[in-house]
C-alpha cells in the first residue's frame, strides 16, 4: 500500500494537490480488495499525506446513502461515468484560484 501512494505522490499533476477517487461496484475492474485499497488511499489522503490541497471527488460525486454508488444525479446511466450534471459539479469542487497558484500561474 505504501508503494502504491508513493507512485499515486509521484506521478500526480501537482506534488501538492491530490484528488480522492472513486469506483462503482458496477465497474469491471470492482473487486473487495481493490475497494478496500481505494478507502485506505482516499482515507490516507484525507488524513495523513503531506499535500497543500485536496479535491475529495469521491465525496462530491458518492451517494450519502451508498458508498459504493454514484449520486444518483451525477450518474450518466451506468452507474460507473459521471453525467455532465456531475462533471460539471466537480468543477465547481476545484478551488481555480488555488490551483493556479499551486501551478504558479496566477
Sequence with gaps: MAAARSEIYTRSLVGSVRMCIRDSNQSAFYSEKAES????????LRNKAPIEALWDFDQVAGDPQDSQKLY??????????????????LAAAVDFQQLATLLGID
Design 72 to 89: 444518483q444525479l451525477f450518474d450518466s446511466g451506468d452507474g460507473l461515468h459521471i453525467s455532465s450534471v456531475g462533471g460539471n459539479h
Design 37 to 44: 485499497l481505494r478507502q485506505g488511499l482516499n482515507h490516507w
